[in-house]
């Protein structure tokens, strides 16, 4: 049981470059949500879904994008790099409404921009 | 306001001994949950216990034990019979509802206390 995944585990950009982090998960869960962790903080949400086709912001969404077209899948999109935007990214997921409604967590995406 | 607060930016505690951790959280819903989460050196978030807002009783899982004081605000992680692998970062975290957002379910997270086993 593969659970969340996130790739790619290390990522190096230039300033103004855009790419992709791709977030996925085998337990058809309906909640997933993108995190950024910056040193001595906790993680703050960026964007979050309930659920295919519906998204929205969280937090500190400026200089993201999110879709979602199949539950599994939550690409979170960087427009145009920074380089207040070198962090380390976790996507969650979870089922909605039911009891403690855990959050699992992937093993994060460690992104650096130059 | 912070709407997670954990004051011990590191603590230390002797293997075997037991080693609280604090959390106070702010929230006006009636209705919220209450997370702590383990991030080893290597990253991952793990998630190690959950307290309801209307939950009776302290949660409690292995040697983990949540001290719950809903008047207080509190929610502090108990951890006893420390182990050598305990050593690592520690989040409380607390969902409200969002009524806005329907059964959105968000995270808000404290900024960590790092613990450190001593053998």
């Known amino acids: 049981n593969a659970g969340v995944t996130q790739t790619p585990k290390f990522q190096v950009l230039k300033t103004g470059q855009s790419m992709t982090l791709q977030c996925a998960q085998d337990?058809?869960?309906?909640?997933m949500s993108w995190y950024r962790q910056d040193p001595g903080m906790g993680l703050r949400l960026i964007h979050y879904s309930v659920g295919a086709g519906i998204t929205d912001q969280g937090e500190v969404p400026n200089g993201y994008n999110v879709s979602r077209s199949t539950t599994e899948d939550f690409p979170l999109r960087l427009l145009s790099a920074a380089p207040s935007q070198t962090s380390v990214y976790f996507c969650?997921?979870?089922?909605?409404?039911?009891?403690?409604?855990?959050?699992?967590f992937g093993p994060g995406t460690r992104l650096t921009v130059l | 306001a912070q709407k997670i607060t954990q004051t011990q930016p590191g603590m230390f505690v002797q293997e075997k001994e037991a080693v609280t951790l604090d959390c106070t959280y702010d929230?006006?819903?009636?209705?919220?949950?209450l997370f702590w989460y383990k991030q080893p050196s290597s990253g991952e978030m793990i998630f190690l216990i959950y307290?309801?807002?209307?939950?009776?009783q302290n949660a409690t899982e292995g040697r983990y034990s949540l001290n719950f004081q809903k008047a207080r605000k509190s929610a502090n992680l108990v951890i006893s019979a420390s182990q050598l692998g305990d050593s690592a970062m520690y989040f409380c975290a607390m969902r409200e509802r969002q009524i806005s957002s329907g059964s959105a379910r968000q995270l808000t997270f404290g900024s960590g206390t790092q613990l450190t086993v001593l053998p």
């Open positions: 307290q309801g807002s209307y939950d009776e």
């Open positions: 929230t006006s819903d009636q209705s919220y949950g």
């Open positions: 337990m058809n869960h309906e909640y």
């Open positions: 969650a997921s979870s089922q909605l409404d039911r009891g403690p409604d855990t959050q699992y």
